[in-house]
Structure formats: C-alpha cells, structure tokens
C-alpha cells in the first residue's frame, strides 16, 4: 500500500475490476428504533432535541446543531409533502421500466431531514403536492423502509 499524497486530482488512479469488501452495515439503535416503530405501529417517528426543539427524520441519536442526546421521540404522522422529485424510468439494472417509477423527498411539517420514497396512485407529481403514506399489510412489514408501500396524494 503507498502512502503516497495525491495533491493534484489529475494524477488519481483507478483499478480495473472489483474491490471486495468484507463489512456490515447496521442500522443502530436509532435506526433500528425508527423501522421497527414503521413495523409494528405503521408510525413515522422523528426524534426531539430537549434544547433547541428540532425534531429529525430520520432520527438520530444526537442532535447535529447542539449535539444534545435526543431522547424523546415524536410521532411526526403519516402526511408530508413533496420538496423535490424525480422520474425514473430505467431500473437500477439499466433496464426500461413498463411504467416510469416516481420517487421524491418528503418533508413533514415542522421537521429537519425527510424521506426518499416513491410516489404511487399518480402519474403526476409536483413540488409542494401533500401526499401521505400508504403501509403494506402488517403481515408483510418486516421492518424496512419499504413497509411503507408508496406516499399518495391527498385532497388540500
């Protein structure tokens, strides 16, 4: 292995084929925490900093302005609306979707952060559109982001 600095971006190297990496990504506590509360309760949590009032989604464990422990969760609901989106319409394969799959940030009200979901009952999609999740059946959750079906439109 060279310790060798690369000061001038030009000169980066690259390798051809794979590299292999042997690690696990866990989700921690407050992860864990977020998905089996969407599992078990079909309940979007956010968590609440004790000191400046910032409520995250995805929660964490520590608030990143005051870096308090947050240790108080809130149900933030299952209503947001849309801040931004895309279209896709190949899959991660590369391959041409039979219908285009819509998949934008949800922002809740009064909360820092958001999530990245898809867009369903609707080939139409604008930013501000208030839509709100639609969960599987409780007996298809299995505590993933994906126990959320898909965020629907709602009437204003």
């Not at 302005?65 to 849309?82: M, P, Y």
Request: with cysteine; aromatic share 10%; hydrophobic share 35%.
């Amino acid at each position: 292995m060279s310790l060798e600095k690369i000061t001038n971006p030009l000169n980066a190297r690259h390798w051809l084929g794979h590299m292999e990496a042997d690690y696990r990504y866990t989700l921690g506590v407050a992860g864990e925490r977020f998905l089996k509360e969407i599992k078990e309760n079909a309940r979007i949590m956010g968590a609440k900093c004790p000191k400046c009032g910032v409520i995250f989604v995805p929660p964490r464990l520590y608030c990143e302005k005051c870096f308090a422990k947050l240790e108080e969760w809130v149900d933030v609901g299952k209503r947001g609306e849309v801040y931004t989106y895309t279209v896709a319409t190949i899959d991660v394969d590369g391959k041409k979707l039979d219908k285009p799959q819509i998949y934008a940030l949800i922002k809740f009200e009064g909360v820092h952060g958001g999530l990245i979901h898809r867009i369903g009952e609707t080939d139409k999609v604008y930013i501000g559109m208030k839509v709100e999740a639609v969960f599987k059946p409780p007996s298809e959750r299995k505590a993933s982001i994906n126990d959320i079906a898909y965020f629907k439109p709602i009437e204003h």
